[in-house]
Every structure is written in structure tokens, then in C-alpha cells.
Nanobody
Framework: EVQLVESGGGLVQAGGSLRLSCAAS????????ICWFRQAPGKEREGVSC????????YYSDSVEGRFTISSDNAKNTVYLQMNNLNAEDTAVYYC??????????????????????WGQGTQVTVSS
């Protein structure tokens, strides 16, 4: 059974930090790119950050560049999103998603949601100002 399980969300004050985890199972982790998306109430789901597991290539949206860091622990089949200097605009449900690297690298745009085969259930991040 394929699973993507997010954890680490919570309530934090503006300027604070959180680390999200995405634990993957049931598929060939090293043949996928893992991305974090987020969705705030009343807004579209947006891509935040991605990592290609086999070569470590990363992507960050402009809104999080310099504040968020994505990494992977391949031995644990887990991707992390370290989020620093959080602000109220970061409040959202955060989802991780997996796309086959072969497709993801050819598409060349991490924001196209159709390429992601698997999705987690999400974890809530709330930043109080």
C-alpha cells in the first residue's frame, strides 16, 4: 500500500520555525521527486518546494526561497521541510506529493499537479502574528 504521511505541523508564532516530515512507503522512493504543496483557505493549492530523490535537485517557490529548506533521508524514505522565519502568509495545510522522476524531470515544471501520482493527507501549519 502506497502511503505518504505528513507530520510536524502545528501552531507557531511569527518568526518561528517548524520542521515538517513526509514519510513514504509502498513505492520506489529513489525513483521519485517529492514535493510540498500548501493550500490556504479560499486559495489554490500551490507548490512550495521539491526534491528529486536520486540526484538531490531542489526547487523553491519565490515566496519561500531563503526561508525553507527541503532535504531527504533516503535510508528512512522521508523528506523534510525546514521552515524558518514563518509569517502569517505561510498558514495553510501542507501536503507532500510524489511524482516519478522520469516524468517530473521531463515536465520541467514542479507546479503542474497532474504529474504527482501520490498525495498525503496534509498537516496544518498555523502562524500567529
Amino acid at each position: 500500500e502506497v502511503q505518504l504521511v505528513e507530520s510536524g505541523g502545528g501552531l507557531v508564532q511569527a518568526g518561528g520555525s517548524l520542521r515538517l516530515s513526509c514519510a513514504a512507503s509502498g513505492f520506489a522512493f529513489d525513483k521519485y521527486a517529492i514535493c510540498w504543496f500548501r493550500q490556504a483557505p479560499g486559495k489554490e493549492r500551490e507548490g512550495v518546494s521539491c526534491i528529486s530523490i536520486n540526484d538531490g535537485n531542489t526547487y523553491y517557490s519565490d515566496s519561500v526561497e531563503g526561508r525553507f529548506t527541503i532535504s531527504s533521508d533516503n535510508a528512512k524514505n522521508t523528506v523534510y521541510l525546514q521552515m524558518n522565519n514563518l509569517n502569517a502568509e505561510d498558514t495553510a495545510v501542507y501536503y507532500c506529493a510524489a511524482a516519478p522522476t522520469l516524468i517530473w524531470s521531463r515536465v520541467g515544471n514542479p507546479l503542474f499537479r497532474w504529474q504527482y501520482e501520490y498525495w498525503g493527507q496534509g498537516t496544518q501549519v498555523t502562524v500567529s502574528s
